[in-house]
């Protein structure tokens, strides 16, 4: 059985991952983490008592951090302090936050993906086939929408799609549309367009359960790994 912390307990994906894991077996919920000052510090949630003490990491096997940049840099030094896997989902990481997860993964097996939809990692796929076959006469756009309360624009899987296009054709994508409205859970859409056709691909995820439910899967396959970085394309 793992035993699991999970970062952010009280937001959306924590809360939607705290209620999966409750339902599965290999799971032992231990810890449920929230910032200090938390209005809900010290309630009761799915039978775990919400805690503000990050030491309490050191009782598990993985945590699994969906918070902010600076909440998980230090999330992810206690996690090396007490030999702890993680499951990194946070979004908005700059370069140099991105730079210690790497240098901490030598210490920690560590899966780091701002989507960790099963079904966006396909989309990741498929655009890097895309971008590796089409010629130089495609044009690329990316349009993503999101809810209105997601503050970094554009999202974080939609700069990896740029990334990857990058990567493959050795062009810069400018055309990035960031939309947030109502409560979209998160639409990312790859147009390929030329003067003679237009390729499309497009993904939409209708509940945040594909993301949590991906995050427990890297959870299983984390604890089993010796210390590296790990993306969702290889989890399994």
Not at 33 to 42: D, F, Q, Y
């Amino acid at each position: 059985m793992i035993r699991l912390a999970v970062s952010g307990a009280c937001g959306k994906m924590g809360t939607k991952i705290i209620e999966l894991a409750s339902k599965d077996k290999e799971f032992q919920l231990v810890v449920a983490l929230e910032a200090k000052g938390h209005p809900k510090i010290g309630d009761v949630v799915q039978g775990f008592k919400i805690s503000d003490n990050p030491e309490e990491i050191k009782n598990t096997d993985c945590l699994v951090e969906f918070t902010n940049p600076s909440a998980t840099i230090e999330h992810l030094n206690i996690a090396v302090k007490y030999n702890k896997a993680m499951v990194i989902g946070t979004t908005g990481l700059n370069e140099e936050e991105k730079l210690k997860i790497k240098d901490a993964s030598r210490y920690i097996p560590i899966v780091s993906s701002p989507n960790m939809s099963v079904g966006v990692n396909l989309l990741f796929r498929l655009t890097r086939e895309a971008a590796s076959t089409l010629t130089s006469e495609y044009k690329v756009k990316i349009i993503e929408a999101h809810h209105i309360h997601k503050k970094d624009a554009p999202s974080g899987t939609a700069k990896v799609l740029a990334e990857i296009i990058k990567k493959h054709t050795g062009k810069e994508v400018t055309d990035i549309k960031s939309i947030r409205e109502g409560e979209i859970v998160g639409d990312h859409r790859v147009i390929f367009d030329s003067p003679f056709d237009t390729i499309e691909l497009f993904h939409s995820a209708k509940t945040r359960d594909i993301f949590a439910k991906g995050a427990l899967v890297a959870a299983k396959f984390v604890v089993k790994q010796r210390p590296g970085l790990f993306d969702m394309q290889v989890v399994k």
